[in-house]
T-cell receptor, first 114, second 112 residues
Framework: DAGVTQSPTHLIKTRGQQVTLRCSPISGHKSVSWYQQVLGQGPQFIFQYYEKEERGRGNFPDRFSARQFPNYSSELNVNALLLGDSALYLC?????????????FGPGTRLTVT | GQQVMQIPQYQHVQEGEDFTTYCNSSTTLSNIQWYKQRPGGHPVFLIQLVKSGEVKKQKRLTFQFGEAKKNSSLHITATQTTDVGTYFCAGRDNFGNEKLTFGTGTRLTIIP
Protein backbone atom coordinates (compact mmCIF):
# COMPACT_ATOMS: atom_id res chain seq x y z
CA ASP A 1 0.00 0.00 0.00
CA ALA A 2 1.18 3.52 -0.76
CA GLY A 3 2.09 5.70 2.17
CA VAL A 4 1.30 9.36 2.62
CA THR A 5 2.41 11.34 -0.41
CA GLN A 6 3.18 15.04 -0.60
CA SER A 7 3.91 17.37 -3.46
CA PRO A 8 6.01 19.12 -4.38
CA THR A 9 9.14 17.78 -2.71
CA HIS A 10 10.94 21.10 -2.78
CA LEU A 11 9.79 24.62 -3.45
CA ILE A 12 11.48 28.00 -3.62
CA LYS A 13 9.34 31.11 -3.31
CA THR A 14 9.89 34.84 -2.87
CA ARG A 15 8.66 36.90 0.05
CA GLY A 16 5.06 38.01 -0.44
CA GLN A 17 4.16 35.13 -2.75
CA GLN A 18 1.58 32.47 -2.06
CA VAL A 19 2.13 28.70 -1.97
CA THR A 20 -0.08 25.60 -2.06
CA LEU A 21 1.14 22.28 -0.73
CA ARG A 22 -0.66 19.01 -1.38
CA CYS A 23 -1.10 15.81 0.58
CA SER A 24 -2.66 12.44 -0.21
CA PRO A 25 -3.38 10.29 2.84
CA ILE A 26 -3.12 6.54 3.13
CA SER A 27 -6.15 4.88 1.60
CA GLY A 28 -8.88 4.56 4.21
CA HIS A 29 -7.52 7.31 6.44
CA LYS A 30 -9.97 10.11 7.06
CA SER A 31 -7.79 12.46 9.07
CA VAL A 32 -5.04 14.70 7.75
CA SER A 33 -2.87 16.96 9.86
CA TRP A 34 -0.30 19.54 8.85
CA TYR A 35 2.90 20.40 10.70
CA GLN A 36 5.70 22.89 10.24
CA GLN A 37 9.17 21.72 11.20
CA VAL A 38 11.98 24.23 11.37
CA LEU A 39 15.47 22.73 11.23
CA GLY A 40 16.53 21.43 14.62
CA GLN A 41 13.08 21.73 16.19
CA GLY A 42 10.07 19.51 16.71
CA PRO A 43 7.07 19.62 14.38
CA GLN A 44 4.62 22.43 15.15
CA PHE A 45 0.94 21.58 14.72
CA ILE A 46 -0.85 23.75 12.15
CA PHE A 47 -4.19 22.08 11.38
CA GLN A 48 -6.10 18.86 11.77
CA TYR A 49 -8.90 17.88 9.42
CA TYR A 50 -11.21 14.94 9.96
CA GLU A 51 -14.05 14.04 7.63
CA LYS A 52 -13.45 17.27 5.71
CA GLU A 53 -13.92 19.51 8.71
CA GLU A 54 -11.32 21.43 10.66
CA ARG A 55 -10.95 19.75 14.05
CA GLY A 56 -7.94 21.53 15.47
CA ARG A 57 -5.84 24.60 14.81
CA GLY A 58 -2.40 25.52 16.08
CA ASN A 59 -0.99 28.95 16.84
CA PHE A 60 -0.39 30.08 13.29
CA PRO A 61 -1.52 33.35 11.67
CA ASP A 62 -4.47 33.59 9.33
CA ARG A 63 -2.07 33.54 6.39
CA PHE A 64 -2.17 29.77 6.85
CA SER A 65 -5.28 27.96 5.65
CA ALA A 66 -6.14 24.44 4.62
CA ARG A 67 -8.93 22.29 3.34
CA GLN A 68 -9.75 18.64 2.92
CA PHE A 69 -11.44 17.28 -0.17
CA PRO A 70 -14.10 14.54 -0.51
CA ASN A 71 -11.38 12.01 -1.33
CA TYR A 72 -9.65 13.04 1.96
CA SER A 73 -6.66 14.61 0.23
CA SER A 74 -5.70 18.00 1.57
CA GLU A 75 -4.09 21.29 0.62
CA LEU A 76 -2.23 23.74 2.81
CA ASN A 77 -2.11 27.35 1.59
CA VAL A 78 0.21 30.00 2.88
CA ASN A 79 -0.26 33.61 1.76
CA ALA A 80 2.10 36.58 1.91
CA LEU A 81 5.14 34.40 2.55
CA LEU A 82 7.74 35.55 5.06
CA LEU A 83 11.34 34.43 5.37
CA GLY A 84 10.37 32.72 8.63
CA ASP A 85 8.00 30.43 6.76
CA SER A 86 10.99 28.53 5.40
CA ALA A 87 10.66 25.03 6.83
CA LEU A 88 9.77 21.42 6.17
CA TYR A 89 5.99 21.05 5.94
CA LEU A 90 4.80 17.64 7.00
CA CYS A 91 1.46 16.04 6.37
CA UNK A 92 0.27 13.11 8.46
CA UNK A 93 -2.75 10.87 8.10
CA UNK A 94 -4.56 8.66 10.58
CA UNK A 95 -7.67 6.53 10.76
CA UNK A 96 -9.22 8.72 13.42
CA UNK A 97 -8.48 12.03 15.07
CA UNK A 98 -4.74 12.62 14.87
CA UNK A 99 -4.48 13.57 18.51
CA UNK A 100 -5.76 10.14 19.56
CA UNK A 101 -4.48 7.76 16.89
CA UNK A 102 -1.24 6.66 15.32
CA UNK A 103 -0.16 9.13 12.65
CA UNK A 104 1.68 8.25 9.47
CA PHE A 105 3.84 11.07 8.15
CA GLY A 106 4.67 11.86 4.57
CA PRO A 107 8.17 12.79 3.39
CA GLY A 108 7.40 16.50 3.60
CA THR A 109 7.71 19.53 1.35
CA ARG A 110 10.83 21.62 1.86
CA LEU A 111 9.82 25.29 1.41
CA THR A 112 12.49 27.95 1.03
CA VAL A 113 11.45 31.60 1.04
CA THR A 114 13.99 34.09 -0.29
CA GLY B 1 0.04 27.91 25.93
CA GLN B 2 1.04 24.33 26.48
CA GLN B 3 4.77 23.63 26.41
CA VAL B 4 6.45 20.27 26.16
CA MET B 5 10.14 20.08 26.98
CA GLN B 6 12.50 17.16 26.57
CA ILE B 7 15.83 16.50 28.20
CA PRO B 8 18.51 16.01 27.31
CA GLN B 9 18.65 17.87 24.02
CA TYR B 10 21.52 15.67 22.80
CA GLN B 11 22.85 12.32 23.98
CA HIS B 12 25.93 10.51 22.75
CA VAL B 13 26.29 6.93 23.95
CA GLN B 14 28.56 4.02 23.26
CA GLU B 15 26.88 1.19 21.43
CA GLY B 16 25.47 -1.18 24.02
CA GLU B 17 24.84 1.49 26.65
CA ASP B 18 21.37 2.46 27.79
CA PHE B 19 19.61 5.70 26.85
CA THR B 20 16.76 7.63 28.44
CA THR B 21 14.88 10.73 27.31
CA TYR B 22 12.45 12.60 29.53
CA CYS B 23 9.41 14.56 28.44
CA ASN B 24 7.75 17.20 30.65
CA SER B 25 4.55 19.07 29.93
CA SER B 26 3.45 22.36 31.46
CA THR B 27 -0.13 21.04 31.56
CA THR B 28 -1.83 17.73 32.26
CA LEU B 29 -2.03 15.55 29.18
CA SER B 30 -4.87 13.35 27.94
CA ASN B 31 -2.45 11.11 26.10
CA ILE B 32 1.12 11.11 24.85
CA GLN B 33 2.65 9.76 21.66
CA TRP B 34 6.29 9.02 20.91
CA TYR B 35 7.93 9.37 17.50
CA LYS B 36 11.37 8.68 16.07
CA GLN B 37 12.84 10.75 13.26
CA ARG B 38 15.96 9.58 11.49
CA PRO B 39 18.29 12.24 10.04
CA GLY B 40 16.73 13.54 6.83
CA GLY B 41 13.57 11.52 7.42
CA HIS B 42 10.09 12.04 8.72
CA PRO B 43 8.67 11.18 12.15
CA VAL B 44 7.65 7.54 12.63
CA PHE B 45 5.10 6.62 15.29
CA LEU B 46 6.39 4.43 18.09
CA ILE B 47 3.64 4.24 20.69
CA GLN B 48 0.76 5.99 22.46
CA LEU B 49 0.18 6.07 26.23
CA VAL B 50 -3.17 7.02 27.70
CA LYS B 51 -3.45 5.87 31.30
CA SER B 52 -1.81 7.39 34.36
CA GLY B 53 1.26 5.37 35.34
CA GLU B 54 1.09 3.29 32.17
CA VAL B 55 4.20 1.35 31.11
CA LYS B 56 4.59 -0.23 27.69
CA LYS B 57 7.47 -2.19 26.23
CA GLN B 58 8.57 -2.76 22.67
CA LYS B 59 11.59 -5.09 22.60
CA ARG B 60 14.44 -2.91 23.97
CA LEU B 61 12.23 0.21 24.34
CA THR B 62 10.29 0.98 27.52
CA PHE B 63 7.79 3.85 27.63
CA GLN B 64 6.29 5.29 30.79
CA PHE B 65 3.52 7.82 31.46
CA GLY B 66 3.73 9.63 34.78
CA GLU B 67 1.14 9.29 37.52
CA ALA B 68 0.16 12.96 37.16
CA LYS B 69 0.08 12.63 33.35
CA LYS B 70 2.46 15.55 32.99
CA ASN B 71 5.60 13.63 32.16
CA SER B 72 6.79 10.62 30.24
CA SER B 73 10.00 8.78 29.51
CA LEU B 74 11.51 6.54 26.88
CA HIS B 75 14.27 4.15 27.87
CA ILE B 76 16.30 2.13 25.37
CA THR B 77 18.32 -0.81 26.69
CA ALA B 78 21.58 -1.79 25.01
CA THR B 79 21.52 0.75 22.21
CA GLN B 80 22.30 -0.25 18.65
CA THR B 81 23.40 1.85 15.67
CA THR B 82 19.87 1.54 14.29
CA ASP B 83 18.60 3.57 17.27
CA VAL B 84 20.21 6.74 15.90
CA GLY B 85 17.76 9.59 15.42
CA THR B 86 15.74 12.21 17.24
CA TYR B 87 13.03 11.06 19.63
CA PHE B 88 10.00 13.28 20.10
CA CYS B 89 7.13 13.07 22.52
CA ALA B 90 3.84 14.68 21.54
CA GLY B 91 0.96 15.34 23.88
CA ARG B 92 -2.68 16.35 23.72
CA ASP B 93 -3.74 18.60 26.58
CA ASN B 94 -6.68 17.96 28.86
CA PHE B 95 -8.67 21.01 27.84
CA GLY B 96 -10.53 19.56 24.90
CA ASN B 97 -8.21 21.09 22.33
CA GLU B 98 -7.60 18.73 19.46
CA LYS B 99 -4.06 19.89 19.12
CA LEU B 100 -0.91 17.82 19.44
CA THR B 101 2.12 19.58 20.90
CA PHE B 102 5.48 18.05 20.07
CA GLY B 103 8.37 18.19 22.47
CA THR B 104 11.73 19.73 21.73
CA GLY B 105 13.25 16.32 20.96
CA THR B 106 16.32 14.39 22.07
CA ARG B 107 18.89 13.64 19.43
CA LEU B 108 20.64 10.32 19.99
CA THR B 109 23.96 9.48 18.40
CA ILE B 110 25.72 6.15 18.85
CA ILE B 111 29.47 5.70 19.08
CA PRO B 112 30.29 2.28 17.57
Amino acid sequence: DAGVTQSPTHLIKTRGQQVTLRCSPISGHKSVSWYQQVLGQGPQFIFQYYEKEERGRGNFPDRFSARQFPNYSSELNVNALLLGDSALYLCASSTGWATRHEQYFGPGTRLTVT
Amino acid sequence: GQQVMQIPQYQHVQEGEDFTTYCNSSTTLSNIQWYKQRPGGHPVFLIQLVKSGEVKKQKRLTFQFGEAKKNSSLHITATQTTDVGTYFCAGRDNFGNEKLTFGTGTRLTIIP
